[in-house]
């Protein structure tokens, strides 16, 4: 059974102050690694797609990355409006569905 | 209107209630999704359907009954439902097959209470 997990599970940041996401996961062959953010009473809205290894994607002040065991969010400078809830998720090749985290909660102070 | 619409966005209920949720796609999409997320925990997949056939329920209690009329609408019933159940209920749709289901555009959620 594909697993992520998401730490930390809370984060609150100083404007400006960069920091890194972590979602460690176990999957039987990736078929691709998403990013989702999520605000406060709306739902998930997707952020990147990486598929291997090595792999960056970039929007804005958010880079992703990915390893053979985990992905990282890194999010320089960050300002208020970065505040979210994000979301990681897996998909196998075993399996079409996505395993989701239980996200990590970023709060920005400006 | 653009994007995953759900309706009602708040909804109390009583456990001998029965009521419906409604999503409506506007983007043309094959695969729409119900997920209930509940606090502090990761998003479980609910049931899933492609080209309006069921391809997934999940083990869902039969307390919850989804509906497919067309590709572009997604009902999910309820009835006696459970304390336990309250949580915000979302619809998501996706363009590919369901078997690649890649980048989810979900809508705003229901924020289901039970009483």
């Known amino acids: ?110 | 209107e653009t994007g995953v619409t759900q309706t009602p966005r708040h909804l109390v209920m009583g456990m001998t209630n029965k009521k419906s949720l409604k999503c409506e796609q506007h983007l043309g999409h094959n695969a729409m999704y119900w997920y209930k997320q509940s606090a502090k925990k990761p998003l479980e997949l609910m049931f899933v359907y492609s080209l309006e056939e069921r391809v997934e329920n999940n083990s869902v209690p039969s307390r919850f009954s989804p509906e497919c009329p067309n590709s572009s609408h997604l009902f999910l019933h309820l009835h006696t439902l459970q304390p336990e159940d309250s949580a915000l209920y979302l619809c998501a749709s996706s363009q590919g097959d369901y078997s690649n289901t890649g980048e989810l555009f979900f809508g705003e959620g229901s924020r289901l209470t039970v009483l």
Not at chain 1, 4 to 30: D, H, I, K, M
Not at chain 1, 52 to 65: C, H, Q
């Open chain 1, 1 to 110: 059974e594909d697993q992520v997990t998401q730490s930390p599970e809370a984060l609150r940041l100083q404007e400006g102050e960069s920091s890194s996401l972590n979602c460690s996961y176990t999957v039987s062959g990736l078929r691709g690694l998403f990013w989702y953010r999520q605000d406060p009473g709306k739902g998930p809205e997707f952020l990147f797609t990486l598929y291997s290894a090595g792999e960056e994607k970039e929007k804005e002040r958010l880079k992703a990355t990915l390893t053979k065991k985990e992905s990282f969010l890194h999010i320089t400078a960050p300002k208020p409006e970065d505040s979210a809830t994000y979301l990681c998720a897996v998909q196998g090749s075993n399996d079409y569905k996505l395993s989701f985290g239980a996200g990590t909660t970023v709060t920005v102070r400006a």
